[in-house]
């Protein structure tokens, strides 16, 4: 299910012209919450996908997957849609002055702002979800009020031009999703179709509402400690302390 808030933003885009999505891409990434997406982002009509880094050099997925950033921070051009993927690695990047300047930038000038899995707490740390609602992967998403957004669990939110999604799998009905809101529900379902996307999970415990109570229990012991350094981290971002207004970065 998809929940839908406001007016989907399509921005008048009908082909013809170069669409530029840029996907940021940093050391310590979920990898499938870039590759997923960019399987599909990738078919948009007339589209150029940037992974963007601060440099060119090979980085590593939190598995070590190597990965190839095709620009720079500083030679990207401007974005139709900013892609912010999350993994342990975002962590980090939330510190990081550099990134949130220019996701910040971006994002105040793109068509379509989006993230999958934590990637939303990089859009937040940026000020980019202040008053909008949103989501994350399941453990984390009681940190977005942290930032001022309405946290709501579905599988994929879409509040005006904010598209967001939730852990690492989801980037798929993601991907999806966005093509049908930038280039129509035809070349979604047609792409759903060429990928024989259709998804039998063979245990049916992927998300806390199906799963066990014990396994859900025993599997949020695992994220404890990321979730702390999550959260003293963006109560230490925000400002006033306690406010959800996301420092300038």
């Known amino acids: 299910m998809v929940y839908v808030i406001a007016a989907r933003a399509r921005a008048g885009y009908s082909g013809g012209m170069t669409f530029n999505v840029g996907m940021l891409t940093f050391p310590g990434l979920t990898q499938l919450d870039l590759t997923g997406p960019f399987e599909i982002l990738s078919r ?7 992974l963007v880094w601060k440099t060119t050099e090979p980085v590593r997925s939190d598995l070590g997957l190597g990965l190839l950033p095709t620009t720079t921070l500083a030679d990207c051009p401007a974005l139709d ?10 962590i980090p990047v939330m510190e990081d002055r550099e990134v949130l300047a220019f996701v910040a930038e971006q994002g105040s000038r793109a068509r379509y702002v989006t993230s999958v899995c934590t990637g939303s707490l990089v859009l937040g740390a940026a000020g980019l979800l202040r008053g909008f609602a949103a989501t994350t992967h399941w453990a984390f998403v009681p940190l977005l009020p942290l930032f001022g957004a309405r946290p709501v669990e579905q599988r994929v939110v879409v509040d005006g031009n904010r598209i967001t999604a939730g852990g690492v799998t989801a980037g ?5 999703r966005v093509l049908a809101e930038v280039a129509g529900e035809d070349l979604a379902r047609t792409v759903e179709l060429t990928l024989e996307y259709d998804p039998q999970p063979p245990f049916r415990c992927g998300h806390p509402r199906l799963a066990p109570a014990e396994l859900t229990a025993a599997v949020r012991r695992q994220f404890e400690a990321r979730f702390a350094t999550r959260e003293a981290q963006i109560r230490n971002l925000v400002a006033p302390a306690g406010s959800g207004q996301a420092a300038q970065p």
Request: proline share 14%.
């Open 81 to 90: 849609l900013l892609f912010v993927p999350g993994g342990p690695g975002q």
């Open 44 to 50: 948009i009509p007339e589209a150029a996908v940037h």
């Open 172 to 176: 798929i009905d993601f991907g999806l």
